[in-house]
């Protein structure tokens, strides 16, 4: 196990710009082993930060075709294209570009699935 990093030790800082084990310089003594057999002994210094999991968000939009009075929601841009009888992409493209697509203004929203 070749080491070179001690990401999360005590002893580990800046010297001279540089990233360097501290423990001769804070403890006076020098370290009496190699940076690999530093991590394994029973009191090592190391000790690795836990990062916290993450939450999985997932986003999905929602697409809003309004024409007049008439309002239609869409879980997707394909199912919106289906209804309205254009291209796959169509929909999408107009929402995008700012377009009408058929006559409807549309809208689209965010939400958390």
Not at 31 to 51: A, F, S
Not at 52 to 65: E, G, S, T
Not at 79 to 105: F, Q
């Amino acid at each position: 196990m070749k080491t070179e990093r001690c990401f999360g030790c005590i002893y580990r800082g800046m010297l001279a710009n540089c990233s360097a084990c501290l423990y001769s310089l804070i403890t006076g003594e020098l370290r009496g082993m190699t940076v690999e057999e530093c991590y394994q002994h029973e009191n090592t210094p190391y000790r690795p930060k836990k990062r916290p999991k993450r939450k999985k968000v997932i986003i999905r939009h929602r697409y809003i075709l309004t024409n007049g009075s008439e309002r239609m929601e869409f879980d997707s841009y394909l199912d919106a294209s289906k209804a309205v009888g254009v291209k796959p992409n169509s929909v999408y493209l107009c929402w995008r570009r700012g377009y009408k697509c058929k006559g409807c203004s549309i809208e689209r929203q965010a939400y958390e699935k």
